[in-house]
Antibody, heavy 118, light 108 residues
Framework: DVQLVESGGGVVQPGGSLRLSCIASGFTFDDYAIHWVRQAPGKGLEWVSHINGNGDSTYYADSVKGRFTISRDNSKNSLYLQMNSLRSEDTAFYYC???????????WGQGTLVTVSS | EIVLTQSPATLSLSPGDRATLSCRASQSVMNYLAWYQQKPGQAPRLLIYDASNRATGVPVRFSGSGSGTDFTLTISSLEPEDFAVYYCQQRINWPPLTFGPGTKVDVK
């Protein structure tokens, strides 16, 4: 079975940094692009970033461009999100998600909560 | 950026009722639209992809229709487990991938 498990969330002060991880299993990791999607508590879903299978193509939402960096280590079946210059509006659950047989988000992790607060 | 709007924001219904949820795109997304269900404390779950195809394991009471800019998710007869928030999402023109703001289906 496909599994995505996020970790690395926590409480950080405004202007601080945090690195999220997502460990994947149950599929050929480097065959698939993976995304980060976030959800502020009680709010809707917001796409954050994408990385292709071999890691040489990335995209970002305007709201995080220049502050967040997505990367992957295919030897470890792992996805990362380096988050710098964090703001209160970055407070959210962060999910990694990928496609299965469709080109949408067939598979999601359980999410990790990032709280930016002084 | 393609903006998706969903209506109504909240739909108050009873078990056994038919639910009709709408998603409208600011420009054509052809049929590159999906619907997700999210329950409290859980990650979203893919229900419908490419506007009208049920994802694996999704009950037949869920159906999707539409193309271009207007889409509908229909739940033919609400089960207790169907009370949740539903989001649409487009993938034709990205970045950014965009989601609608969601429709909450709650118990009347």
């Amino acid at each position: 079975d496909v599994q995505l498990v996020e970790s690395g969330g926590g409480v950080v002060q405004p202007g601080g940094s945090l690195r999220l991880s997502c460990i994947a299993s149950g599929f050929t990791f480097d065959d698939y692009a993976i995304h980060w999607v976030r959800q502020a508590p009680g709010k809707g879903l917001e796409w954050v970033s994408h990385i292709n299978g071999n890691g040489d193509s990335t995209y970002y939402a305007d709201s995080v461009k220049g502050r967040f960096t997505i990367s992957r280590d295919n030897s470890k079946n792992s996805l990362y999100l380096q988050m710098n210059s964090l703001r209160s509006e970055d407070t959210a659950f962060y999910y990694c998600a990928t496609r299965g047989g469709t080109y949408f988000f067939d598979y999601w992790g359980q999410g990790t909560l990032v709280t930016v607060s002084s | 950026e393609i903006v998706l709007t969903q209506s109504p924001a909240t739909l108050s219904l009873s078990p056994g009722d038919r639910a009709t949820l709408s998603c409208r795109a600011s420009q054509s997304v052809m049929n590159y639209l999906a619907w997700y269900q999210q329950k409290p404390g859980q990650a979203p779950r893919l229900l419908i992809y490419d506007a009208s195809n049920r994802a694996t394991g999704v009950p037949v009471r869920f159906s999707g229709s539409g193309s271009g800019t207007d889409f509908t998710l229909t739940i033919s007869s609400l089960e207790p487990e169907d009370f949740a928030v539903y989001y649409c999402q487009q993938r034709i023109n990205w970045p950014p991938l965009t989601f609608g703001p969601g429709t909450k289906v709650d118990v009347k």
